[in-house]
Every structure is written in C-alpha cells, then in structure tokens.
C-alpha cells in the first residue's frame, strides 16, 4: 500500500531586525522567529520591543508568515517579571508561538499566556524519548530535536511522538558544545551563553601554538593536530551546518519545520539563504506530485551557498561519516553590494553594502532562484548627486538603471 506523502515543512527563517524580517518575508519564509534585545539569546542583534515588535507581526500575518517569540534564555530570578511582562503581551501581539528553554518559563508560559503554544528551543537539549515525552505532559507543542542527533535518531523520535510537532536545523552556525552550553564566553569575556551574550570565541583567531595529541588506543595517530606559527589562525572554530541535500529527506519523514540559524546575520544573508532552502522545498514537493518534474539543480543551490559561507558547509551529525561541501573548482564568492530602496524616475534607487564597480558584471537576486544579470554596459549607476558613477561604496545611496523587469523594494544585489 502506498502512503501519501507528508505536507512540505514550514521553512522557519530568522529574523533579527527590521531588514531581516522584510528578507525573510520576500524570499520565501512560512515562519519567522525573532526576540527582544534581551531574554532571547541573540543580544547582539537588533531585536524587536514595543511598537516595532507590534508591526513586525502585522506585517508578518499580511504576508501570511508565521510569527514566533523567543524568551529562550535561562533567566535569574531578578529577570522573571520582565519575563512575566512579556509573556502576557503575547496574546494580543497575535504570536504564533513562544520559543523557551528554561522550565520556569514554559511553567509561566503556561499561566501567563496559555494560548499561546509553546515551542521548546535546542537549548533544552532534547536528544531522547523520555525528554519528548517529559516536555509534552509540560504542555509543549513542538520540539526543536539537537543538531547532535543523527537522521536515525531523527525518525525515531518523528514516528515515536505522531502528536508533537518537530523541527530541526538545517542550516548555519553550530556551537562547539552542546547547543549554547558553552562556557568558553562566559570564563574568557564574563559574557554567558545562556544569557544570549554569547562573544563566540570558538572563532576568535589565536597564535603561537603547536599541538598535537593522541589517543592511548590509537598511539602513533595523530587525533587532533594543531600547528600555528606567527600569523592567526581561528582553529577552533567548527564548520557550519548544512542539510540542503536532505532537505526532502526530513520532509519525508515528517519534521514539521527546517529551521535556518542566523540572527544575527544580515538581510543579505537571510535572503540569499531563505531563497535556496524554498527552492529545495519547493522542488521536493513538485517532485512528489510530478516525478519527472526538475527545478534547480542542488550544484546550483549549493554554489548559491557558497556566497554567503564563512566557514566550511557540512553535514554535523546527521551522517554516520560527515560530508563537508566545497565548492567547484574556480568558484569566486560574490559579495551583496546593494538592496533596492524604492523607485527613483526609470531607476531604482539603492543603498550600498559593498564596493561596487559598473565594470563587474552583478546579478539582481530574484525570488525563486531567479538571478538576471546586470552585464557591464548594460546597466547604469548614479551616486546620490545624480552624477554617472563608475563607483559605489559601502554606506553610500545611489541609482540603478537597468532593463530587469519584476524589480521590488527590498530585493539585493550580488556583484
């Protein structure tokens, strides 16, 4: 007997201000997440309080996007009626879910805003049946499974709980330790984890240093080798996550949600990220309704990948032996140089990120995967005089003149 496929996963999009959240919405999110300056792990970003935590869910719900609230730090008792204060504003902002670690505040949660479901963060660490099983009879909805289980461990837990909604990463930074555990912050810059102040020194660059160390059971080979000389290296820091090609996988065992990491990202990012992640879901479920039906090829949503990397790509832990993505042979990363602001005559104007040279060919990063190129002496740029420029530099605003259709407020551009 054949069974019918799941639905496609909610793709789950960060959104750490005002840019990232119009990104998350352009290029293809079902959901978003987003916290304040404080109680949501994420400090560094901006954040939405107040008035703009009000528009940014409206926003969000006339796009028909999802909206959920992380309170997902481990609070001291002198942080608990801030943490009160907003859990009782939940309801009427109109957020579609509460994203908590700590058991005091699902506790509260649950008296403050029983409404609202509740949705437990990686940092609670849930690798096992009794944890599910634990934070269910707690009243929790859905459960974000650790990046440190494999796809095996995955399914089971998927198939043992049919009446828990759950997500996974998919994509982004992963901690050295146990998912924001780490007290590497807290011992070197006095800055905890948990707190959401977290200064990653994991990727801080070090020097000065030879070591190499073996196991007992396995003397002669070498288990870690470090060798630095004078320049500065950033050893610890791991690689990145990514599951792009089992995307369709996950989906097919039933994760309700792939989420991508990256709060405190720029909009750039987001986009480029939020737009291959649709694409694949997208492609997936074309796939599973017409077999012979193609879409993007995954080299090409890879490569996209690629522009936005700071670090290797790789698979973690879902594999038994982990797969590390590297891109073609030849492959150059181009930078995002703009993000269009608004119509200006037969132009666009736009706000620089990068610098940028009219004799480099760009390409205007469509929804969809679709990316026209901007071919040099076929597009036009102005500076903010008006006067034809062959440059553009970060922090200026300029015009663009080209013969793209479908262009829109908000969309960037690589170069």
Known sequence: MTTMPPDTPELLVPAGGREQLEAALLYGADAVYMGGPELSLRTACDGFSGEGLAAAVRDAHAAGVKVYYCLNAMPYDAQLPAVEAMLERLPDLGADGLIAADPGVIRLARKRCPSVPIHLSTQAHSVNRAAVAFWREAGVRRVNLARELDFRAVRGLVEAFPDVEFEAFVHGAMCLALSGHCLLSAWVNNRPANQGRCTQPCRFEYRGMALTVEERKREG???????????????????????????????????????????TKSGGYVAQIADVYRAALDRHAARRAHPEARGVSTDALLEELFHTASRPLSTGFFLPRRRVETPPEGFRPRPVVARLLEPAGDGWRVQVRSPWSSEREASILLPGMRRPALRPGAYRLENHRGERAGNLHPGMEG??????????????IRA
């Open 399 to 412: 015009v663009l003149y080209c013969d793209v259709e479908g262009l829109a407020k908000g969309l960037y």
């Open 221 to 263: 080979e070498p288990l870690w080798e470090v060798r630095q000389g004078e320049a500065f290296s950033g050893f610890w820091a791991p690689q990145d996550l990514c599951l792009l090609r089992y995307a369709g996988l996950l989906a097919d065992v039933g994760v309700r949600a792939l989420k991508l990491e990256g709060r």
